[in-house]
């Protein structure tokens, strides 16, 4: 599946607004910051997508926290 295409592509803002500070911190699971940084580096131009897998875990398991917790 081509993930870290979708991810980087038209789910930016998507990915963005799921993952972003005051969501995160709502769980306490992830640190907002470092999250950021990662998205930051990830999205700037030529920004390395390997770990595209990685964010959508991310999205998916805040998901996850926003719906059954």
């Known amino acids: ?3 870290a295409h979708w991810v980087a592509g038209r789910l930016e ?3 963005r607004h799921v ?3 005051e969501a995160l911190s ?3 699971v992830f640190e907002p910051g470092a999250v950021g ?7 700037r131009s030529g920004g390395d997508w390997r ?5 959508l ?3 998916v398991f805040q ?7």
């Open 1 to 3: 599946l081509p993930v």
């Open 13 to 15: 803002h998507w990915v």
């Open 19 to 21: 993952l972003r500070p």
């Open 26 to 28: 709502r769980y306490g």
């Open 37 to 43: 940084s990662l998205l930051d580096g990830l999205y």
């Open 51 to 55: 770990h595209g897998n990685k964010v």
């Open 57 to 59: 875990a991310l999205v």
């Open 63 to 69: 998901r996850f926290c926003e719906t059954y917790l």
